[in-house]
């Protein structure tokens, strides 16, 4: 089984940035990508920003310029959000991704509000 906590959610100010980390454990999949997701109340969860092992990125339009994926080593996973809009308000899950199976974290709360 492969675990995932995230970390660093919060409440902050439009204009302000956060920080998310992700750390998986567990070795029940390889995980060949790892990525940030984010569900608003009444929207579907929606890609926010995804790294591949090999370090390919691809990140939603809404957030190109202002959010950063990053990784340290294959079980961690981090999201640098700056710039950030009521708009980004959500739960954020990190995902790890194997060939066949996706392992979710149960999602850090962000609220973007003055």
């Known amino acids: 089984q492969v675990q995932l906590v995230e970390s660093g959610g919060g409440l902050v100010q439009p204009g302000g940035s956060l920080r998310l980390s992700c750390a998986a454990s567990?070795?029940?999949?390889?995980?060949?990508?790892m990525g940030w997701y984010r569900q608003a109340p009444g929207k579907q969860r929606e890609l926010v920003a995804h790294?591949?092992?090999?370090?390919?990125t691809k990140y939603a339009d809404s957030v190109k310029g202002r959010f950063t994926i990053s990784r340290d080593n294959v079980k961690s996973v981090y999201l640098q959000m700056s710039s950030l809009k009521p708009e980004d308000t959500a739960v954020y899950y990190c995902a790890a991704h194997g060939l066949v199976r996706t392992a979710w974290g149960l999602g850090t709360q962000v609220t973007v509000s003055s």
């Open positions: 790294v591949t092992n090999s370090g390919s």
């Open positions: 567990g070795s029940a999949f390889t995980i060949y990508a």
